[in-house]
């Protein structure tokens, strides 16, 4: 989901629209985090290690399971 179909609990408008101050320190928060949220600040090589240690434990699950 993308932050421009948020609605604000405070106000009950769109987030994207910052007609309160809620609105508008929430709208600041996810244009700075980018589009991965907290992932955003992780380096392209911490991510990648991520995925392949999924990738391996579900490998391992998997073999087990059989």
Do not use: F, I, K, W
């Not at 101050?21 to 985090?33: D, F, S, Y």
């Amino acid at each position: 989901m993308t932050y421009d179909r948020l609605v604000c609990a405070n106000c009950a408008s769109p987030v994207t629209e910052g007609r309160c101050p809620v609105c508008r320190a929430n709208r600041e928060r996810l244009q700075q985090e980018g589009p991965l949220g907290p992932l955003s600040g992780l380096s392209p090589a911490a991510l990648l290690t991520l995925v392949v240690l999924l990738v391996a434990a579900v490998a391992l699950l998997a073999h087990q399971a059989a």
